[in-house]
């Protein structure tokens, strides 16, 4: 029987709006906290409050996909896609890939933009917390999946006895937990000058991009990407127990190269790895026993002895209990 015109013309249209409506949205897991992940989404098309979403793996050599686990979008906050977990047969990774079935997709458009945030001292950053600046002069911008902490050409450093002036961008936490973050920017002082109000101590040009466990001046763990004219490109590590100098470690890097910073505590015992793009492997700092109260805030910092400017983007950055 042949077709009238009319719903020979109609059949194409419903499907086309059946696809887009019923669309698959796909997104990579870019940041994990108790019981929620943070989703970025891949294309312009964006998911919907009580959407389905699956977190997958992908297995090395078969090449087949396996569920991690299951929830629904919670929030979408400006383009930040917020999950539910409601189930989880193993632990979600910041590589872990994800799949959203939205009947209704929203669009992204130049209506719709992705606006930067903005915060000064106090500020609070959804995620990674507030901002701790004594000083008044640091900034921090928040883009997509990182935020960009930015000093003048000024001092800052937490140099227990000498200054503890840095600007600490901190969240609260309490019991066992891991934090880990990626330092995109680079980190170094090469053709710098010393900056000139600064205290008689600070002799050497030095920046860092640092990851924290922070209690107080006495009490903290302080891992970076750092740079001094010595060592130009290097990792720093520094523990401190009640006032006690507990661990100091260093090693080199590549010039090149974006770096991961992840600390861990567990039943009181604090454990610290480094990475950079390229490494094989994480290299581990020394393990320490620490006398931190249960709760303590964690986040990133940035420390400067230059007369220029100073901004590190920070990326991913993963809080796990």
Same mark, same amino acid.
């Given at each position: 029987m042949r077709i009238p015109k009319p719903l020979w013309l109609l059949v194409p249209t419903v499907l086309l709006v059946t696809y887009l409506e019923a669309g698959e949205i796909t997104a990579t897991v870019?940041?994990?906290?108790?019981? =929620? %992940?943070?989703?970025?989404?891949?294309?312009?098309?964006?998911?919907? %409050?009580?959407?389905?979403? *699956?977190?997958?793996? %992908?297995?090395?050599? !078969?090449?087949?996909?396996?569920?991690?686990?299951?929830? *629904? !979008?919670?929030?979408?906050?400006?383009?930040? +896609?917020?999950?539910?977990?409601?189930?989880?047969?193993?632990? +979600?990774?910041?590589?872990?890939?994800?799949?959203?079935?939205?009947?209704?997709?929203?669009?992204?458009?130049? *209506?719709?933009?992705?606006?930067?945030?903005?915060?000064?001292?106090?500020?609070?950053?959804?995620?990674?917390?507030?901002?701790?600046?004594q000083e008044g002069k640091a900034r921090v911008v928040q883009r997509d999946n990182g935020i960009e902490l930015s000093i003048p050409?000024?001092?800052?450093? +937490?140099?227990?006895?000498?200054? %503890?002036?840095?600007?600490?961008?901190?969240?609260?936490?309490?019991?066992?937990?891991?934090?880990?973050?990626?330092?995109?920017?680079?980190?170094?002082? =090469?053709?710098?000058?010393?900056?000139?109000?600064?205290?008689?101590e600070a002799r050497f040009l030095f920046r860092a991009a640092c990851l924290l466990v922070w209690h107080d001046e006495k009490n903290f763990?302080?891992?970076?990407?750092?740079?001094?004219?010595?060592?130009?490109?290097?990792?720093?590590?520094?523990?401190?127990?009640?006032?006690?100098?507990?661990?100091t470690q260093a090693g080199e890097v590549r010039k090149e190269g974006e770096s991961w910073l992840r600390i861990q505590r567990k039943d009181g015992v604090v454990y610290a790895w480094y990475r950079q793009a390229g490494d094989e492997a994480w290299t581990a700092m020394e393990v320490?026993?620490?006398?931190?109260?249960?709760?303590? =805030?964690?986040g990133v910092a940035v420390l400067n002895s230059t007369s220029d400017p100073f901004m590190v983007r920070f990326e991913d950055f993963v809080f796990e209990k």
């Open positions: 870019v940041r994990i906290e108790s019981g =929620t %992940v943070q989703l970025k989404v891949t294309g312009e098309l964006l998911p919907a %409050v009580g959407d389905k979403v *699956e977190i997958y793996e %992908v297995l090395p050599d !078969v090449e087949l996909e396996a569920t991690v686990a299951r929830g *629904e !979008v919670e929030a979408d906050r400006n383009g930040h +896609i917020h999950v539910k977990i409601t189930s989880s047969s193993s632990p +979600i990774r910041t590589d872990h890939k994800a799949r959203i079935n939205s009947p209704n997709p929203n669009r992204a458009t130049a *209506e719709r933009p992705h606006q930067p945030v903005t915060a000064r001292a106090n500020g609070v950053i959804e995620g990674w917390g507030t901002l701790e600046d050409g000024v001092y800052r450093d +937490i140099w227990p006895g000498v200054a %503890v002036n840095a600007p600490r961008l901190l969240r609260r936490v309490s019991g066992d937990f891991a934090v880990q973050v990626k330092v995109v920017s680079p980190v170094d002082v =090469t053709g710098k000058t010393l900056t000139a109000k600064r205290p008689v763990v302080r891992l970076e990407r750092s740079s001094s004219l010595s060592r130009p490109h290097r990792w720093g590590y520094q523990a401190f127990d009640q006032g006690r100098r507990a661990a320490e026993r620490l006398s931190l109260p249960d709760e303590v =805030t964690v």
